[in-house]
T-cell receptor, first 115, second 114 residues
Framework: NAGVMQNPRHLVRRRGQEARLRCSPM?????VYWYRQLPEEGLKFMVY????????ESGMPKERFSAEFPKEGPSILRIQQVVRGDSAAYFC?????????????FGPGTRLTVT | DQQVKQNSPSLSVQEGRISILNCDYT??????FLWYKKYPAEGPTFLIS?????DKNEDGRFTVFLNKSAKHLSLHIVPSQPGDSAVYFC?????????????FGTGTLLAVQP
């Protein structure tokens, strides 16, 4: 009974490169959330997706960030032209029924370091 | 604008005693609250939740209390164990809408001393 899977666990990128973070939700879950945790801060909501749909992207920076959750395959959080301020832990969470149950189950996170 | 606040960055407790972690919120529209535990280099793990129609929810050693008039909730762990040492986050969910996005506090680092 695999939990939420994220890869890579650690990612190092130089300024200006692209970062791609992947998330596979728990089996049977079709709702995915992405959160970012900056150093010494709590987790901040970024985006909520269902299969092939972005439902709420109110926490996403307006530029350079995008997310998708295709019909087949994992959800992807893409950061173009990374800057040092993007260095953070990015967590993906999934839930079984979306709005019915607020509980979300988190993956281990991807730690992005921008050099 | 920090809508969910955990004013104690850290807490140290002796093994076997009670740990009480506190959380305050500012938005009276929040209707569901959750506690997560997080170890270093891992993702948050769901612990316990409470709906705003209740004032208490209990699960084993963990009890969450909600005081809506004070916009305050607390997590009680009794008895505390060394394995409970972690960062604890409270989170809130606000209707209306269909997103259930979680709004997190900044966390409290609990250290349980053997």
């Amino acid at each position: 009974n695999a939990g939420v899977m994220q890869n890579p666990r650690h990612l190092v990128r130089r300024r200006g490169q692209e970062a791609r973070l992947r998330c596979s939700p728990m089996k049977g879950h079709s709702h995915v959330y992405w959160y970012r945790q900056l150093p010494e801060e709590g987790l901040k909501f970024m985006v909520y997706l269902q299969k092939e749909n972005i439902i709420d992207e109110s926490g996403m920076p307006k530029e350079r960030f995008s997310a998708e959750f295709p019909k087949e395959g994992p959800s992807i959080l893409r950061i173009q032209q990374v800057v040092r301020g993007d260095s953070a832990a990015y967590f993906c969470a999934s839930s079984p029924k979306g709005t019915a149950l607020p509980e979300q189950y988190f993956g281990p996170g991807t730690r992005l370091t921008v050099t | 604008d920090q809508q969910v606040k955990q004013n104690s960055p850290s807490l140290s407790v002796q093994e076997g005693r009670i740990s009480i972690l506190n959380c305050d919120y500012t938005n009276s529209m929040f209707d569901y609250f959750l506690w997560y535990k997080k170890y270093p280099a891992e993702g948050p793990t769901f612990l316990i939740s409470i709906s705003s129609i209740k004032d208490k929810n209990e699960d084993g050693r963990f009890t969450v209390f909600l005081n809506k008039s004070a916009k305050h909730l607390s997590l009680h762990i009794v008895p505390s164990q060394p394995g409970d040492s972690a960062v604890y986050f409270c989170a809130a969910v606000k209707p209306p809408g269909a997103t259930n996005k979680l709004i997190f506090g900044t966390g409290t680092l609990l250290a349980v001393q053997p």
